[in-house]
């Protein structure tokens, strides 16, 4: 009997995997047909600053709306883009239609583009950004990478080079999701980045006494002062979350609190508000996640 177990585990894993896959193959190749057919659309999510709690720019989040299956998140067709070798071209277009769309905000308001590791890693890249800067016409100030710490997995001298070619362009780089990945400080020191982006995994949490999150919070924002650059706290939602994060010094905040993201059309009727921000999502409890 044991014996005959074991194999119906070992079939209905098979299956699993089975099904995985096919769903897989089939993610693929809709994803390789989404671009062509319009299925993606940029989000934006304001950034604000904390003392003025003024929108100093955006983050441009990939949208893909599935003819059959509605809304798919970028956390799971993003990786499959990354590893089927569709990041370049659907990269490609995010860099560009966030500069262009950019160009009918406000001058001085910036978008921030999240670069995968793939399309940092193509000698292309400094090509690419200049193309999108050019064609939309924004100051290259004005545009912001945000690049997560796999970059640095395969450290190579090549990834010098890309960090020299991108300050050269004059666009600023950020360090997304800083404290998920293997945060060495050796990154810190050799990188010129502009701003560190902490992940809200610690935002998560850190208003509730006791938490330690807090403190490493804190401990990034030291860091990071001392190294002349700015933090953006990510995912704030609570208001006491909002005031902690002011408490802790934190010179950026992006979070529901202050805008889900939103069309760029929504984004021109923010700004022509002013681009004042007020803390609208005050709630009791969190979202699900
Ligand atoms: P990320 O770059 O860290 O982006 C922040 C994510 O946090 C976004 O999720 C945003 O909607 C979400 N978020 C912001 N504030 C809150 C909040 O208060 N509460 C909660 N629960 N969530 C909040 P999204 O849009 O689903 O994107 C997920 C990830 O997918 C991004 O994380 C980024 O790594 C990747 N991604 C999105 N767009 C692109 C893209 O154009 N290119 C690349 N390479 N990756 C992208
Ligand atoms: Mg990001
Ligand atoms: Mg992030
Ligand atoms: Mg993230």
Redesign the pocket.
């Given at each position: 009997a044991a014996k005959a177990d074991g194999r119906g585990i070992h079939r209905f894993y098979r299956a699993e995997l089975l099904v995985g896959a096919q769903n897989r193959k089939a993610l693929e190749d809709d994803l390789r047909h989404a671009l062509a057919q319009n299925q993606f659309h940029l989000?934006y999510?304001p950034v604000v600053s904390t003392r003025e709690e003024r929108i100093v720019g955006y983050?441009?989040?990939?949208r893909w709306e599935h003819p059959t299956r509605g809304a798919i998140?970028?956390?799971e067709f993003?990786p499959v883009a990354e590893e089927c070798g569709l990041?370049e071209t659907i990269?490609e277009w995010?860099m560009r239609t966030a500069c262009d769309e950019a160009a009918r905000w406000p001058e001085g308001v910036r978008v921030a583009?999240?670069?995968?590791p793939i399309q940092f890693a193509n000698p292309a890249l400094p090509a690419i950004v200049t193309n999108a800067l050019a064609r939309s016409g924004i100051a290259p100030q004005r545009l912001e990478l945000?690049i997560t710490e796999g970059v640095f997995l395969d450290e190579t001298a090549s990834s010098d080079q890309m960090f020299k070619s991108l300050k050269a362009i004059g666009v600023r780089l950020a360090l997304?999701?800083f404290g998920t990945g293997y945060s060495s400080l050796g990154y810190l020191k050799k990188a010129p980045f502009d701003k560190i982006k902490i992940d809200?995994s610690f935002v998560r949490g850190a208003a509730i006494a006791g938490n330690r999150n807090a403190a490493i919070i804190k401990a990034i924002v030291t860091l990071a002062e001392t190294l002349g650059m700015e933090t953006t706290a990510?995912?704030?939602?609570l208001k006491d979350e909002l005031a902690l994060i002011r408490d802790l010094g934190c010179s950026h905040i992006?979070?529901?609190?202050y805008g889900k993201?939103a069309r760029s059309e929504e984004v021109e009727k923010q700004l022509g508000n002013g681009g004042k921000a007020s803390p609208v999502g005050y709630k009791v409890s969190r979202?699900p996640?």
């Open positions: 989000a999510q983050e441009a989040l990939i998140s970028p956390a993003i990041i990269g995010v583009v999240n670069v995968s945000e997304d999701d809200q990510e995912g704030v939602e992006q979070g529901y609190i993201p979202s996640r």
